[in-house]
């Protein structure tokens, strides 16, 4: 069994690496999609094999649930990485129909996607999604759970970038990308809560049997800890306040549309709650908070699903507020019944996205075409109230509930302003003009207010909290240049730069803290400096080829440039500390030994690491996305498959040395 | 510049000049192949792509190196390059003609499209620092498609009385701002006003002069060109959607001017109208470019319209005595290889080409759809409507199963239920449309029903329903006979089985299934007409008529009804009841013969698929089928792709000649026609029609993001009207990537059989076909009906 739960894991994985290498080959597209086909239809299948019998296995076997572990990283005996495998009722139901969903995905992909430029692109990201599904139901725990999230959010970024010369498509995905990285610090912050409370343990099995210690537990602990888990839940499977995302992130072909949006991705949210049940259980009035999250997204999706004019928008939205009924049960503690739903649900939204093409025949041809239908619509529901309620219900389903402006007016809109205003400051010249001359004073305007009510909290706590004056200094200039880089304008050199610089400042201020950091900071010093190091040798490459004029605007250079975006996305992956990057692990282990230090020092890493996750990959976007250009054709700029492959061993080579080192 | 005083005189004429660059497709169900640039037809071609071009920020030819690969393939060759070059340059000396030459295998072009397409906006946009087409479109599209919307949402709110009233509406009775950036107190006073007077004293508060008004007008519509075009469109006809609606262009811009006026206030507090000198227009010069693709273009053209003339030059032979049945096709491009194959496979057969509404010119009734439908080609307006009966065969359950797909299991407490019913058993729909795709319970589509009763004949009880004249009278059925059999040259020697075969196709998950249905019958299959011109010219009182007129049809002679589905190659056939034996063993060869050419068919057309590469003979109706059936399939058949030649005349200049699917082919007879009055009326029909076909292709294989929908894969089928991508998109008009990927790029050669002097009075009678022909937006060739002589039309003997 132990096998092929690894092989569950792997499969996808070699699919992922084999289809990535292959992809630096340059061929006619026919072989492309021939090779990649049988690369993919193999280990595919071999994975829906494997799956159905570890399904059945489940089922005759007398284990209830399984867990053992398949790395353990130990570093000095101060610190140890592990990942885990836990294997129950749920991952086993929720495992098989992610693979048999998958697997017809890539079956019909074939014929659906042939002839088109993007085919093995793709196949890559399908495999990466796949693999990250796996890893969150597979996982053992909290932070193999985190390293699943992540390769989702990724996978999700670039799918709906998948048409990426399309500026909305490009725009999208920010903002998925944004709503994930933020409510995936919930996720780290989880793990490090409870590596802090029940001395590194946040392992399912021990999570299940530890009632006891839970309940010892001071309740604001246990409701901070309830929060951080629900948090990515929330931005994961777009309930309230999150809920506008995910219909307008169908930018997609529309079968992969179906898989993340429809049915897999958005559900991996639930799942996550099933697995921490008895976290958030023993939260008084946790519960409370789920069944109203709940409801009103069920609610409010409800609405917004009746007056979605195309059909996509609609079923996503459908989807939405049954994801919501499902916080609802798992809230009155009826996990089965929640689950037997979301499968339900994933089942059902597959197959109505892949047949939402032929709603026009249906629509016209069946049930005595579109007159019944329009009578049909007078029976809606929200045709009880009076005219005037039905109005402002309706305006207010048309602005999907006013949740987009809202989380960008006071969320993410005050980042950026706070870093335009301080690149602004910096350079001595107007956040606002686009001439370089003129320096504006800044206002102080209400948007910005949180954000720096935020800052100076912050800044004050730290003051109070740690002692050592310097770790503060550090901190807050880590944090400085973080908003730096964000708000970096011109040049894409420089934004990596200050991204980079705040790493060193986040590496001095734990430094100053206690000198035995030093195996940590080696892996984490030499991980992001080498991932940073191999991106502005990459972006320098670029621009020697092609001037990059701005880094606010899409640039569009993906056409150009297809092996260096594959490289520059790894180098930036690298950087801002993904899972299983040296980078990601030197900072666990940074945090990990200096958890005496308190929640506020960890909350200011995990927003510089936040930070610098949006806006690298904010940069990728602008600069390889948005639109077409005028290739010039016979003129060569890519990379070599040769130099690109160099680099990208020595990347891994970079990575890996690293860890060893430490 | 002299400042234009705008009046609301010149507001209706620029409204009315902007609506040259908004385009003509209307709401996708009705999918018509019509020309991209219709609008811009009084131009000449190459004159007319270049402004368009322009005005769209569009490709105006493929790219270089598409033309360079054709030439490295000798696809053009270096005869066809210079016969180009000194066709357009007659002055140049060789040195510079070798200049030319060079430029056109080497030369390196830096700027093919514009950067910035609507400097006028972009201005605007950079003085408020932010994107007012992201910010404001989302919104407005949301509105205009639940206004618009035949039935998608479930609940639709909006009165579809007016527009701007509707959002008046909305917006007075709304405390919640319709947008963030929104006031609906202003907005709705604003709304409430005159139309006109408030578009432009709006445009006086973002722009300090009048001068842009014209520009930013046409900037402002054509950047979302098919929500513009559909209001357009609706505007003028306003049946052409089921739940109508009304609207009208004045106003959607009033609103969308509006939304941007609070917008910009939004975004920039103090905003000060833009003057003349913050706009940069910075036009880039692609020319000279462009001029070479042109040469390319013509080269490409040049090479394939002498490869047809050689082919045209063959003479092959056709003994009429032999045939034993006669089948009248439809003029279209896929029956070119069916006809092919069946003339190969069987020397019995006698076929023709004719427009496939086959003469019938009517509305078609629907009665349990409760459904109107054009099934003539676009241009004639009928008076005629018959009406259909449908048996019940869309059973209860599936009723009941779309039904709760639909509507139930997008809503709340019915959504819970059905996804613990339904929900989990889809599972087994998903699994079966990947193993049995052709047997799929979802996969019913119209085409599969066959109308069991047509009622064609003018009962005197009701003769006017629907504001038309029920059905035909003896005389006008005689006439549609006369004309539809004169037309082809069927007036004598009639065997005894003749077939009326429609066409059709059939197509899974494919909103754009109406292009591949029958152009000449408004993208309707071609069923009911081949049912009814048979009905017809078996009726025995039509045929006394007929008999008066001149054309003598034998009482052996039975005509039969079939439908050709193009994308599964499956024929069917219709009221076989009333054969005799002798008649019905006859039908039985010749079914059998269709048999073979059914399979042969889809074996070619399966060729032209890199994925259907390996069928054989044997499966390659098989794969036919699945492309058709299943859902995951983009590409469901080849449609009119390769289209490139219009061939009128008799079939003994094209008998078993292989046009490789290129092909649109009219039975005309040069020698019976005299008076060329037979010619005019058909080349009124096909010209506009072959030629709208060819060149919706043309376009949207030439720029696919602008004048074609883009790629398939991510449509999204908003309001029933048209599709996008994704959420909050512009609709997308032409034709899908996916559709016209393989085509050539040709315009359409019309290959007449007839005299010049002839041909030449013949085409100028007709002044919307002389367009088309004057402004080269199809090439004219004629083929003397004595001799091989083919010759090319050219500008001096048009002048």
């Known amino acids: 069994m132990k096998s092929l739960l690894l092989l569950a894991l792997l499969l996808p994985l070699v699919s992922t690496v084999a289809l990535g290498l292959l992809s630096f080959l340059r061929s006619s597209q026919y072989i492309i999609e021939k090779r990649t086909y049988k690369i993919v239809l193999f280990l595919f299948s071999s994975s829906l094999i494997n799956n159905i019998i570890l399904f059945f296995l489940f089922l005759k076997g007398d284990l209830k649930e399984y867990h053992f572990e398949i790395v353990k990283i130990l570093i000095k005996n101060i610190y140890h990485f592990d990942i885990t495998v836990y294997f129950d009722m749920f991952s086993s139901g929720y495992l098989l129909c992610a693979t048999i969903i998958t697997n017809l995905i890539v079956y019909y992909s074939h014929r659906y996607l042939h002839n088109d430029p993007g085919y093995q692109r793709f196949f890559i990201i399908i495999s990466?999604?796949?693999?990250?599904?796996?890893?969150?139901?597979?996982?053992?725990?909290?932070?193999?759970?985190?390293?699943?999230?992540?390769?989702?959010?990724?996978?999700?970024?670039?799918?709906?970038?998948?048409?990426?010369?399309?500026?909305?498509?490009?725009?999208?995905?920010?903002?998925?990308?944004?709503?994930?990285?933020?409510?995936?610090?919930?996720?780290?912050?989880?793990?490090?809560?409870?590596?802090?409370?029940?001395?590194?343990?946040?392992?399912?099995?021990?999570?299940?049997?530890?009632?006891?210690?839970?309940?010892?537990?001071?309740?604001?602990?246990?409701?901070?800890?309830?929060?951080?888990?629900?948090?990515?839940?929330?931005?994961?499977?777009?309930?309230?306040?999150?809920?506008?995302?995910?219909?307008?992130?169908?930018?997609?072909?529309?079968?992969?549309?179906?898989?993340?949006?429809?049915?897999?991705?958005?559900?991996?949210?639930?799942?996550?709650?099933?697995?921490?049940?008895?976290?958030?259980?023993?939260?008084?009035?946790?519960?409370?908070?789920?069944?109203?999250?709940?409801?009103?997204?069920?609610?409010?999706?409800?609405?917004?699903?009746?007056?979605?004019?195309?059909?996509?928008?609609?079923?996503?939205?459908?989807?939405?507020?049954?994801?919501?009924?499902?916080?609802?049960?798992?809230?009155?503690?009826?996990?089965?019944?929640?689950?037997?739903?979301?499968?339900?649900?994933?089942?059902?939204?597959?197959?109505?996205?892949?047949?939402?093409?032929?709603?026009?025949?249906?629509?016209?041809?069946?049930?005595?075409?579109?007159?019944?239908?329009?009578?049909?619509?007078?029976?809606?529901?929200?045709?009880?109230?009076?005219?005037?309620?039905?109005?402002?219900?309706?305006?207010?389903?048309?602005?999907?509930?006013?949740?987009?402006?809202?989380?960008?007016?006071?969320?993410?809109?005050?980042?950026?302003?706070?870093?335009?205003?301080?690149?602004?400051?910096?350079?001595?010249?107007?956040?606002?003009?686009?001439?370089?001359?003129?320096?504006?004073?800044?206002?102080?305007?209400?948007?910005?207010?949180?954000?720096?009510?935020?800052?100076?909290?912050?800044?004050?706590?730290?003051?109070?909290?740690?002692?050592?004056?310097?770790?503060?200094?550090?901190?807050?200039?880590?944090?400085?240049?973080?908003?730096?880089?964000?708000?970096?304008?011109?040049?894409?050199?420089?934004?990596?730069?200050?991204?980079?610089l705040s790493y060193f400042f986040c590496l001095f201020s734990t430094i100053v803290l206690s000198w035995q950091t030093s195996h940590g900071s080696l892996v984490y010093l030499t991980g992001f400096m080498g991932s940073a190091l191999f991106s502005l040798q990459l972006i320098g490459y670029m621009e020697k080829h092609r001037r990059i004029d701005s880094i606010h605007n899409f640039n569009g250079l993906y056409q150009q440039f297809p092996r260096v975006s594959g490289l520059l996305l790894l180098g930036f992956l690298g950087i801002v500390g993904f899972p299983l990057c040296s980078t990601f692990i030197g900072e666990e282990i940074l945090l990990h030994m200096n958890k005496h230090h308190g929640i506020f020092f960890m909350i200011i890493f995990h927003f510089i690491f936040m930070i610098n996750g949006i806006s690298l990959l904010r940069l990728y976007s602008y600069i390889f996305f948005g639109k077409r250009n005028n290739i010039i054709e016979g003129v060569e700029m890519d990379l070599s498959a040769k130099s690109s492959f160099l680099l990208l061993n020595l990347f891994v080579l970079i990575n890996v040395a690293s860890l060893l080192a430490a | 510049m002299q400042p234009i005083q705008y009046n609301m005189l010149d507001l209706n004429k620029a409204f009315l000049q902007v609506r040259k660059f908004l385009p003509v497709q209307g709401p996708i169900k009705d999918f018509i192949h019509l020309n991209i640039l219709e609008k811009f037809m009084n131009e000449p071609?190459?004159?007319?792509?270049?402004?368009?071009?322009?005005?769209?920020?569009?490709?105006?030819?493929?790219?270089?190196?598409?033309?360079?690969?054709?030439?490295?393939?000798?696809?053009?060759?270096?005869?066809?390059?210079?016969?180009?070059?000194?066709?357009?340059?007659?002055?140049?000396?060789?040195?510079?003609?070798?200049?030319?030459?060079?430029?056109?295998?080497?030369?390196?072009?830096?700027?093919?499209?514009?950067?910035?397409?609507?400097?006028?906006?972009?201005?605007?946009?950079?003085?408020?620092?932010?994107?007012?087409?992201?910010?404001?479109?989302?919104?407005?599209?949301?509105?205009?498609?639940?206004?618009?919307?035949?039935?998608?949402?479930?609940?639709?709110?909006?009165?579809?009385?007016?527009?701007?009233?509707?959002?008046?509406?909305?917006?007075?009775?709304?405390?919640?701002?319709?947008?963030?950036?929104?006031?609906?107190?202003?907005?709705?006073?604003?709304?409430?006003?005159?139309?006109?007077?408030?578009?432009?004293?709006?445009?006086?508060?973002?722009?300090?002069?009048?001068?842009?008004?014209?520009?930013?007008?046409?900037?402002?519509?054509?950047?979302?060109?098919?929500?513009?075009?559909?209001?357009?469109?609706?505007?003028?006809?306003?049946?052409?959607?089921?739940?109508?609606?009304?609207?009208?262009?004045?106003?959607?811009?009033?609103?969308?001017?509006?939304f941007e006026w609070q917008a910009i206030k939004y975004f920039k507090k103090n905003f000060l109208p833009l003057t003349i000198n913050e706009i940069e227009i910075n036009n880039i010069n692609n020319d000279y470019e462009n001029e070479l693709?042109?040469?390319?273009?013509?080269?490409?053209?040049?090479?394939?319209?002498?490869?047809?003339?050689?082919?045209?030059?063959?003479?092959?032979?056709?003994?009429?005595?032999?045939?034993?049945?006669?089948?009248?096709?439809?003029?279209?491009?896929?029956?070119?290889?069916?006809?092919?194959?069946?003339?190969?496979?069987?020397?019995?057969?006698?076929?023709?080409?004719?427009?496939?509404?086959?003469?019938?010119?009517?509305?078609?009734?629907?009665?349990?759809?409760?459904?109107?439908?054009?099934?003539?080609?676009?241009?004639?307006?009928?008076?005629?409507?018959?009406?259909?009966?449908?048996?019940?065969?869309?059973?209860?359950?599936?009723?009941?199963?779309?039904?709760?797909?639909?509507?139930?299991?997008?809503?709340?407490?019915?959504?819970?239920?059905?996804?613990?019913?339904?929900?989990?058993?889809?599972?087994?729909?998903?699994?079966?449309?990947?193993?049995?795709?052709?047997?799929?319970?979802?996969?019913?589509?119209?085409?599969?029903?066959?109308?069991?009763?047509?009622?064609?004949?003018?009962?005197e009880k009701e003769p006017k329903i629907f504001g038309k004249l029920f059905g035909y009278s003896i005389d006008e059925m005689a006439e549609r006979v006369f004309r539809t059999l004169n037309g082809i040259d069927l007036t004598c020697d009639f065997k005894e089985l003749i077939f009326f075969i429609g066409h059709g196709s059939s197509s899974m998950n494919n909103p754009h299934y109406a292009a591949y249905d029958c152009g000449a019958c408004s993208g309707r299959p071609g069923r009911v007409s081949a049912r009814v011109i048979s009905s017809m010219a078996n009726h025995p009182k039509v045929r006394e008529k007929l008999k008066e007129k001149g054309i003598n049809i034998p009482h052996t002679t039975v005509f039969i009804p079939a439908y050709h589905d193009t994308c599964t190659d499956e024929i069917e056939y219709y009221d076989i009841d009333n054969l005799t034996k002798e008649q019905f063993e006859s039908f039985d060869k010749f079914k059998n013969t269709i048999k073979n050419v059914q399979k042969k068919n889809a074996f070619e057309r399966c060729?032209?698929?890199?994925?259907?590469?390996?069928?054989?003979?044997?499966?390659?109706?098989?794969?036919?089928?699945?492309?058709?059936?299943?859902?995951?399939?983009?590409?469901?058949?080849?449609?009119?792709?390769?289209?490139?030649?219009?061939?009128?005349?008799?079939?003994?200049?094209?008998?078993?000649?292989?046009?490789?699917?290129?092909?649109?082919?009219?039975?005309?007879?040069?020698?019976?026609?005299?008076?060329?009055?037979?010619?005019?009326?058909?080349?009124?029909?096909?010209?506009?029609?072959?030629?709208?076909?060819?060149?919706?292709?043309?376009?949207?294989?030439?720029?696919?993001?602008?004048?074609?929908?883009?790629?398939?894969?991510?449509?999204?089928?908003?309001?029933?009207?048209?599709?996008g991508h994704g959420l909050d998109d512009d609709l997308r008009t032409g034709l899908p990537i996916q559709m016209s990927e393989l085509h050539d790029p040709i315009r359409l050669l019309v290959v007449v059989e007839q005299e010049i002097p002839m041909l030449l009075s013949v085409i100028k009678k007709n002044p919307n076909v002389f367009l088309w022909v004057k402004n080269f937006w199809v090439r004219l060739a004629a083929l003397d009906p004595y001799s091989d002589k083919l010759v090319m039309i050219n500008e001096e003997m048009l002048a």
């Not at chain 1, 709603?359 to 049930?367: A, S, V």
């Not at chain 1, 402002?392 to 989380?407: D, R, S």
């Not at chain 2, 109308?451 to 003018?458: G, L």
Request: proline residues 3%; glycine residues 6%.
């Open chain 1, 128 to 500: 990466l999604f796949f693999f990250g599904l796996n890893l969150v139901i597979l996982s053992g725990g909290l932070n193999t759970i985190f390293a699943g999230w992540e390769v989702i959010g990724l996978s999700s970024f670039l799918l709906i970038s998948y048409f990426w010369h399309r500026p909305k498509a490009a725009i999208q995905a920010q903002v998925a990308y944004n709503v994930y990285r933020v409510t995936d610090i919930g996720l780290l912050a989880s793990v490090f809560i409870s590596h802090f409370l029940w001395h590194g343990s946040h392992l399912f099995v021990e999570i299940n049997e530890a009632h006891e210690a839970l309940a010892s537990i001071p309740i604001s602990w246990r409701w901070l800890l309830s929060l951080s888990i629900l948090l990515p839940v929330l931005g994961k499977s777009a309930q309230f306040p999150f809920c506008f995302w995910l219909p307008k992130a169908m930018e997609g072909p529309t079968h992969s549309s179906a898989i993340f949006y429809g049915s897999l991705s958005i559900h991996a949210g639930v799942f996550l709650l099933i697995r921490t049940m008895p976290i958030w259980q023993s939260t008084p009035g946790m519960t409370l908070v789920i069944f109203f999250i709940g409801l009103i997204t069920a609610l409010l999706a409800t609405l917004c699903a009746q007056v979605q004019s195309n059909i996509k928008g609609q079923i996503g939205y459908a989807s939405i507020a049954q994801v919501g009924v499902m916080l609802i049960l798992l809230s009155l503690n009826f996990p089965k019944i929640a689950f037997l739903h979301m499968i339900g649900n994933a089942f059902l939204r597959t197959f109505q996205l892949l047949v939402s093409g032929s709603i026009l025949t249906t629509h016209l041809e069946l049930q005595g075409g579109v007159k019944k239908f329009s009578q049909l619509s007078r029976f809606s529901w929200p045709r009880i109230f009076s005219k005037k309620i039905q109005a402002n219900l309706f305006v207010l389903a048309i602005n999907e509930g006013y949740l987009e402006p809202i989380i960008k007016l006071y969320l993410i809109r005050p980042i950026i302003l706070v870093a335009d205003k301080i690149t602004a400051l910096f350079y001595l010249r107007s956040s606002i003009g686009m001439d370089g001359s003129k320096l504006k004073e800044i206002k102080l305007n209400m948007q910005m207010l949180p954000a720096i009510l935020l800052f100076f909290a912050t800044s004050w706590a730290l003051f109070l909290q740690i002692v050592d004056f310097l770790n503060a200094i550090f901190l807050i200039t880590a944090i400085l240049l973080a908003l730096l880089s964000l708000g970096e304008k011109y040049s894409a050199k420089r934004s990596v730069t200050f991204a980079c």
């Open chain 2, 45 to 258: 071609f190459h004159d007319a792509i270049k402004t368009a071009g322009k005005a769209f920020n569009a490709h105006r030819y493929l790219s270089f190196s598409y033309y360079r690969e054709k030439f490295n393939k000798n696809e053009i060759k270096i005869d066809d390059i210079l016969y180009i070059l000194n066709k357009h340059y007659p002055n140049k000396n060789n040195e510079e003609i070798n200049i030319l030459l060079e430029n056109l295998l080497n030369y390196r072009p830096k700027t093919i499209k514009n950067e910035n397409a609507f400097p006028i906006r972009s201005s605007l946009f950079k003085k408020i620092n932010a994107n007012l087409d992201h910010i404001v479109n989302p919104i407005l599209f949301r509105l205009l498609s639940s206004y618009l919307d035949q039935g998608v949402s479930l609940w639709h709110f909006l009165d579809r009385s007016s527009f701007a009233k509707a959002v008046e509406e909305l917006a007075s009775s709304s405390k919640i701002p319709l947008a963030y950036f929104i006031s609906n107190k202003e907005l709705a006073k604003d709304l409430n006003e005159n139309i006109d007077e408030k578009i432009i004293s709006t445009f006086k508060k973002i722009f300090d002069s009048e001068d842009y008004f014209f520009d930013f007008l046409k900037e402002s519509l054509v950047v979302h060109r098919g929500w513009s075009g559909m209001v357009d469109i609706v505007e003028k006809r306003k049946k052409s959607l089921t739940l109508e609606c009304n609207i009208n262009l004045k106003e959607f811009f009033l609103v969308k001017i509006l």
């Open chain 2, 293 to 459: 693709l042109m040469i390319w273009h013509e080269s490409m053209e040049t090479n394939y319209y002498k490869k047809i003339f050689a082919i045209l030059s063959q003479k092959p032979k056709l003994e009429k005595e032999k045939f034993k049945y006669q089948a009248i096709f439809c003029i279209d491009d896929r029956e070119c290889s069916f006809r092919r194959i069946l003339e190969w496979e069987s020397a019995d057969v006698e076929t023709f080409g004719t427009a496939g509404f086959f003469g019938i010119d009517t509305y078609l009734f629907s009665q349990k759809k409760g459904l109107v439908e054009k099934i003539c080609p676009v241009p004639i307006e009928p008076e005629h409507i018959i009406s259909q009966r449908q048996d019940d065969d869309d059973s209860y359950l599936t009723s009941m199963a779309n039904f709760i797909t639909r509507h139930g299991a997008n809503s709340f407490l019915l959504g819970f239920l059905s996804i613990h019913t339904l929900g989990h058993l889809s599972l087994f729909g998903l699994l079966a449309s990947f193993s049995h795709p052709q047997r799929l319970l979802f996969s019913k589509r119209k085409n599969q029903k066959m109308p069991t009763y047509i009622n064609f004949i003018r009962d």
């Open chain 2, 607 to 723: 060729k032209k698929f890199i994925l259907a590469k390996n069928v054989t003979l044997e499966t390659a109706l098989n794969e036919v089928k699945l492309r058709s059936r299943a859902i995951f399939e983009p590409r469901p058949e080849l449609g009119h792709q390769l289209n490139a030649l219009l061939v009128v005349g008799r079939r003994e200049r094209t008998y078993k000649l292989n046009l490789e699917h290129r092909s649109f082919l009219q039975s005309y007879n040069p020698l019976k026609d005299q008076d060329g009055n037979v010619l005019l009326s058909l080349l009124s029909a096909a010209i506009p029609v072959c030629g709208g076909i060819n060149l919706d292709y043309f376009f949207s294989r030439i720029d696919p993001s602008v004048y074609g929908s883009g790629s398939k894969l991510s449509h999204n089928v908003t309001s029933l009207v048209g599709v």
